[in-house]
C-alpha cells in the first residue's frame, strides 16, 4: 500500500491504521506541510517504510503495490495560497504519477478530493451529485480547481484505462496531529484557547462548516480503499456549527478565559458546508461517530502535549 503525503495530518492516521490492519506502508511525503515527527513512531515497525520525495517529480516505488492513496497536497488555505504553483502541480502532476503507479501494478487507487469542489455551494447539504459554485480564477481556485482537475483526470484514467480508481471529498477534519500553525479553524482556536489569546473569528462567523473527528474519517477511506466503488463519495460529519458558535465551544471545553476577536473574512470564503452522506452510509455502511466534544477534547490533550514537549527541548 502506497499513501502519497504519509506524514500530513490525515495521510499520517491512515499509515497508522492500515498497519494496524496487516498492510505494508509506502509512505511518501516531500515534508513540506507533512511532518517527520508524525511517522517517526512508525518508523522501524515491519511493514512501515517512508520515502521522502514530492510526487510532483515522479512516484517510483520498487516492489508490489495493491493500492494507493493518493493525498499528497497542502490542504490549509494559508498553505495553499503560500504555494500557488505547487499545489496545481501536485493535483496535476503528482496525480498523474500516482494514478501510472497504481495502473502499471494494477493496483486500486484512491483519490482524496475534497468538499471545496462545491466551492461557495447554493445547494445545502451537498450532494455527490452537485456540480459546484466555483471561482476559477480566484484565490482558492488553486486548490479548488487543481481537485476538480484532478477529479477529472482520475475519472478519465479509469474510463479510458481501466485504472480502478475511487474519489472521496473530504470535509473538513480536525484531530491530533494538525500542525499548531495549520491555519485551519480547529487547531487555531485550540492553540489560542490553550494560550489564552483571543480567538480570531474571520468575518461575522455566520459561515457554517460541518467537523470530523480524523478517526471516523479514516475509516471511510479505509472502507473507500477496500471496495471497487469509483464514487465520488461524501466522507465527512453531518453536525454543522457556526464559526463562531464553534469559538464558544472551544472557549467552554477547554476552560479558557480567552475572548474572541473578529478579524477580514478571506477572499471567496465559502458561507456553508454541510455534506449528505446518505451514498456513504448505503455504499460503505460508513457513519461518523466521534461527538464534537469528545474530538475537541483528544485534540486539545494533542496540542497540550505537544507544546509541553516543546517547551522540554527549548
Ligand atoms: N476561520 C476563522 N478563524 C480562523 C480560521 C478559520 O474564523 O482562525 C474560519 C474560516 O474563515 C472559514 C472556517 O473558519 O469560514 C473554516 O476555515 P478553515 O481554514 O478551517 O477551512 P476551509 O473550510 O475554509 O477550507
Known amino acids: 500500500m502506497v499513501v502519497t503525503g504519509g506524514a500530513g495530518f490525515i495521510g499520517s492516521h491512515l499509515c497508522e491504521r492500515l498497519l494496524h490492519g496487516d498492510d505494508a506502508v509506502v509512505c511518501v511525503d516531500d515534508l513540506t506541510t507533512g511532518r517527520h515527527e508524525n511517522v517517526a513512531h512508525l518508523l522501524g515497525r515491519p511493514g512501515f517504510e517512508f520515502l521522502h520525495g514530492d510526487v510532483s517529480d515522479g512516484l517510483d516505488v520498487p516492489g508490489p503495490v495493491h493500492?494507493?492513496?493518493?493525498?499528497?497536497?497542502?490542504?490549509?488555505?494559508?498553505?495553499?495560497?503560500?504555494?500557488?504553483?505547487?499545489?496545481?502541480?501536485?493535483c496535476s502532476e503528482g496525480t498523474r504519477h500516482a494514478l501510472a503507479l497504481a495502473h502499471g501494478h494494477g493496483a486500486r487507487f484512491l483519490l482524496t478530493s475534497t468538499s471545496e469542489v462545491y466551492g461557495d455551494p447554493e445547494e445545502h447539504p451537498q450532494q455527490e451529485r452537485y456540480w459546484g459554485h466555483v471561482n476559477p480564477v480566484g484565490l482558492r481556485?488553486?486548490?479548488?480547481?487543481?481537485?476538480?482537475?484532478?477529479?477529472?483526470?482520475?475519472?478519465?484514467?479509469?474510463?479510458?484505462?481501466?485504472?480502478?480508481?475511487?474519489?472521496?471529498?473530504?470535509?473538513?477534519?480536525?484531530?491530533?496531529?494538525?500542525?499548531?500553525?495549520?491555519?485551519?479553524?480547529?487547531?487555531?482556536?485550540?492553540?489560542?484557547?490553550?494560550?489564552?489569546?483571543?480567538?480570531?473569528?474571520?468575518?461575522?462567523?455566520?459561515?457554517?462548516?460541518?467537523?470530523?473527528?480524523?478517526?471516523?474519517?479514516?475509516?471511510?477511506?479505509?472502507?473507500?480503499?477496500?471496495?471497487?466503488?469509483?464514487?465520488?463519495?461524501?466522507?465527512?460529519?453531518?453536525?454543522?456549527?457556526?464559526v463562531l458558535d464553534l469559538a464558544r465551544l472551544v472557549i467552554e471545553h477547554t476552560g479558557s478565559s480567552s475572548t474572541v476577536e473578529h478579524r477580514p473574512l478571506p477572499e471567496d470564503d465559502p458561507t456553508r458546508r454541510r455534506p449528505d452522506i446518505t451514498l456513504a452510509g448505503q455504499l460503505l455502511g460508513w457513519v461518523p461517530t466521534t461527538p464534537l466534544a469528545e474530538g475537541l477534547r483528544r485534540t486539545a490533550d494533542y496540542f497540550r502535549q505537544s507544546s509541553g514537549s516543546r517547551e522540554d527541548q527549548d
Open 141 to 242: 481556485a488553486v486548490y479548488d480547481e487543481g481537485k476538480r482537475y484532478a477529479e477529472a483526470l482520475a475519472m478519465a484514467w479509469r474510463r479510458a484505462k481501466g485504472t480502478r480508481v475511487g474519489i472521496v471529498r473530504v470535509f473538513n477534519t480536525y484531530g491530533p496531529r494538525l500542525r499548531p500553525d495549520d491555519g485551519r479553524v480547529v487547531s487555531n482556536f485550540l492553540v489560542q484557547a490553550l494560550s489564552g489569546q483571543p480567538l480570531t473569528v474571520y468575518g461575522d462567523g455566520s459561515q457554517t462548516r460541518s467537523l470530523c473527528y480524523v478517526d471516523d474519517l479514516v475509516d471511510g477511506i479505509v472502507r473507500m480503499l477496500d471496495s471497487e466503488h469509483g464514487g465520488p463519495v461524501n466522507l465527512g460529519n453531518p453536525d454543522e456549527y457556526r
Open 67 to 90: 493500492a494507493v492513496a493518493h493525498l499528497a497536497c497542502p490542504a490549509s488555505p494559508p498553505h495553499y495560497l503560500s504555494r500557488p504553483l505547487e499545489t496545481l502541480q501536485v
